[in-house]
């Protein structure tokens, strides 16, 4: 492969082996060979097997669940890295944790997405790569390069596969996300509606107040994160009292904590469909109405553009 950075090679920390494998198989590249393990105390150890002087690296690691030590493995790898010669490091982050935390939320609360873009420029990291952060701001928290991918031509080739178009709604589950689910509906040319959280009273539960006219329609909800899958399934249950055949979700990363896969397969919801950003449980891919679409060829392309010096941004023209 052509790189103007010296050779490019791959290396990958223990929070998704399969998407890392999945990259590396269609780079025909094969990830560097390292163990990255603990000691006895849960202190994490790197070890870089292979000489990498003088090569373009890209460390994969989301900074998935547990999040903490996902994270402690990308630095240390990061550092393990750079005191190895590489010439260039490119943290890629497919799921970038901790984004939820990207502003002050009261008096004496931290931003922590601010911390760790911090911690992963300081372990030493000259650029990275990551998809559909949760604010596309986070980009500034860094003070070197950030290419911030999208899912969406995956899962609009997806949906164009799968639905009747004409009769599709794309839908924001909350006012936050209008501009992510916006973009998506530009693309496929379908109509948007936005669900509107409010609470009318302090103590009284929160109305969810459909702007948009969904009577007949096909709804496919489009999100960055589910984590506790409240926010879908309050979702897809108003959408259905307001008269909406049939729910979709389509949401780049499923963080899926606690009884969420539960409570997802348990919902009126058709399908959710996330991506491998992060890596399935055995719940997930066992689950009636989840589908998991891989983001493989995505980051491996922005990899093979960033290594040789190309646009990575006409990947989503
Ligand atoms: C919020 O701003 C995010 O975009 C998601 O809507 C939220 O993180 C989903 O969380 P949950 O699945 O726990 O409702």
Same mark, same amino acid.
């Given at each position: 492969?052509?790189?103007?950075?010296?050779?490019?090679?791959?290396?990958?920390?223990?929070?998704?082996?399969?998407?890392?494998?999945?990259?590396?198989?269609?780079?025909?590249?094969?990830?560097?060979?390292?163990?990255?393990?603990?000691?006895?105390?849960?202190?994490?150890?790197?070890?870089?097997?292979?000489?990498?002087?003088?090569?373009?690296?890209?460390?994969?690691?989301?900074?998935?669940?547990?999040?903490?030590?996902?994270?402690?493995?990308?630095?240390?790898?990061?550092?393990?890295?750079?005191?190895?010669?590489?010439?260039?490091?490119?943290?890629?982050?497919?799921?970038?944790?901790?984004?939820?935390?990207?502003?002050?939320?009261?008096?004496?609360?931290?931003?922590?997405?601010?911390?760790?873009?911090?911690?992963?420029?300081?372990?030493?990291?000259?650029?990275?790569?990551?998809?559909?952060?949760?604010?596309?701001?986070?980009?500034?928290?860094?003070?070197?390069?950030?290419?911030?991918?999208?899912?969406?031509?995956?899962?609009?080739?997806?949906?164009?596969?799968?639905?009747?178009?004409?009769?599709?709604?794309?839908?924001?589950?909350?006012?936050?996300?209008?501009?992510?689910?916006?973009?998506?509906?530009?693309?496929?040319?379908?109509?948007?509606?936005?669900?509107?959280?409010?609470?009318?009273?302090?103590?009284?539960?929160?109305?969810?107040?459909?702007?948009?006219?969904? #009577?007949?329609?096909?709804? *496919?909800?489009?999100?960055?994160? $589910?984590? &506790?899958?409240? @926010? !879908?399934?309050?979702? +897809?249950? /108003?959408?259905?009292?307001?008269?909406?055949?049939?729910?979709?979700?389509?949401?780049?990363?499923?963080?899926?904590?606690?009884?969420?896969?539960?409570?997802?397969?348990?919902?009126?919801?058709?399908?959710?469909?996330?991506?491998?950003?992060?890596?399935? #449980?055995?719940?997930?891919? *066992?689950?009636?109405?989840?589908? $998991?679409? &891989?983001?493989? @060829? !995505?980051?491996?392309? +922005?990899? /093979?553009?960033?290594?040789?010096?190309?646009?990575?941004?006409?990947?989503?023209?």
């Amino acid at each position: 492969m052509s790189a103007k950075n010296g050779a490019i090679k791959l290396v990958a920390g223990n929070s998704n082996p399969a998407l890392a494998g999945a990259i590396a198989a269609w780079l025909q590249q094969p990830l560097t060979k390292a163990v990255v393990r603990r000691f006895a105390d849960m202190e994490v150890f790197v070890e870089v097997q292979e000489n990498v002087r003088g090569c373009d690296m890209y460390a994969i690691q989301s900074t998935s669940y547990p999040a903490n030590d996902h994270l402690m493995e990308l630095l240390i790898l990061i550092d393990a890295l750079r005191r190895a010669s590489a010439r260039r490091i490119t943290a890629v982050v497919p799921y970038f944790g901790y984004a939820r935390q990207d502003r002050k939320v009261g008096p004496r609360t931290p931003i922590s997405a601010k911390l760790v873009a911090n911690l992963i420029t300081q372990a030493g990291a000259d650029r990275v790569m990551t998809m559909d952060l949760h604010a596309g701001q986070i980009q500034g928290f860094f003070d070197i390069p950030t290419d911030n991918l999208y899912a969406s031509p995956v899962m609009v080739r997806d949906i164009r596969e799968r639905f009747d178009l004409s009769t599709l709604m794309v839908v924001s589950p909350d006012v936050g996300g209008v501009v992510r689910a916006r973009g998506l509906a530009k693309r496929i040319n379908a109509p948007l509606a936005i669900i509107d959280k409010r609470r009318e009273r302090p103590g009284e539960s929160e109305v969810m107040n459909v702007i948009g006219d969904v #009577t007949g329609r096909t709804c *496919v909800l489009i999100d960055d994160i $589910v984590d &506790s899958g409240g @926010t !879908l399934v309050n979702a +897809a249950d /108003a959408l259905l009292a307001n008269g909406a055949k049939d729910v979709y979700a389509y949401i780049s990363h499923g963080v899926l904590s606690g009884g969420a896969v539960a409570r997802i397969t348990a919902s009126k919801l058709k399908e959710l469909v996330i991506t491998d950003s992060i890596q399935p #449980t055995e719940a997930i891919r *066992v689950a009636r109405n989840v589908r $998991v679409l &891989s983001i493989a @060829t !995505l980051i491996g392309d +922005a990899i /093979a553009r960033t290594a040789a010096e190309e646009s990575v941004s006409s990947l989503f023209d």
